[in-house]
Nanobody, 122 residues
């Protein structure tokens, strides 16, 4: 059984940074595409970033500020978030897919974590 567990969320001031982690168990991470999505209160979940063996892609709203990466040896993915703004406040979810090399849509990902709250104060 594949499990994803996020950590690293918290409260940060605008302009600050956080690094989220996503620990994967049950399968080897190198065989997955991994992504981060986020959901703000009252909003639909939206794509943030994705990484696989053939590259990375980012939502326009985070491009240049966020960096997605993964350590296959540790079976862990990361999302480094810099220059945070209050608009980045959301619950952040990591997701993994064996179906596609890389994707920006929720339906492509069959495994999800429980989410971690990120709150950016102004």
């Amino acid at each position: 059984q594949v499990q994803l567990v996020e950590s690293g969320g918290g409260l940060v001031q605008a302009g600050g940074s956080l690094r989220l982690s996503c620990a994967v168990s049950g399968r080897t991470l190198s065989s997955y595409a991994m992504a981060w999505f986020r959901q703000a209160p009252g909003m639909e979940r939206e794509f943030v970033a994705a990484v696989s063996w053939n590259g990375r892609t980012y939502a326009d709203s985070v491009k240049g500020r966020f960096t997605i990466s993964r350590d296959n040896a540790k079976n862990t993915g990361y999302l480094r978030m810099n220059s945070l703004t209050p608009e980045d406040t959301s619950v952040y979810y990591c997701a993994a897919s064996t179906r596609v090399p890389i994707a920006t849509v929720e339906g492509a990902y069959e495994y999800w974590g429980q989410g971690t709250q990120v709150t950016v104060s102004s």
